[in-house]
């Protein structure tokens, strides 16, 4: 069973930062991905970013200039700094782990509760 608590959502206004962290813990085998998707009201869930299991890193294109995704030594925190947010980046973003190399190409097997970020005007 993996578990994965994430932290640093809240309230930021337009052009401000956050920094978000994931930590997994439970049994996640040698070789995962960790990374993040957020969920807008009433959106779908979409990809925000992955550190692969070699710790390669992808984004999607509206966030790429602006977030940075880093992975702990331990292999087992990832990090999402969030700068120059805008208020269509206002979702819950929710930590996610797949197992093996395939990353978040396949479904993650595993998520977290989700943090909640607002961005204001």
């Known amino acids: 069973q993996v578990q994965l608590v994430e932290s640093g959502g809240g309230l930021v206004q337009a052009g401000g930062s956050l920094r978000l962290s994931c930590t997994a813990s439970?049994?996640?085998?040698?070789?995962?991905?960790m990374g993040w998707f957020r969920q807008a009201p009433g959106k779908e869930r979409e990809f925000v970013g992955q550190?692969?299991?070699?710790?390669?890193?992808y984004y999607r294109d509206s966030v790429k200039a602006r977030f940075t995704i880093s992975r702990d030594n331990s292999y087992n925190t990832v990090y999402l700094q969030m700068n120059s947010l805008k208020p269509e980046d206002t979702a819950v973003y929710y930590c996610a782990l797949k197992t093996g190399r395939s990353g978040f190409f396949v479904s993650p097997e595993y998520w977290g509760h989700g943090t909640q970020v607002t961005v204001s005007s």
């Open positions: 550190s692969s299991y070699n710790l390669n890193t």
């Open positions: 439970g049994h996640t085998f040698s070789t995962f991905a």
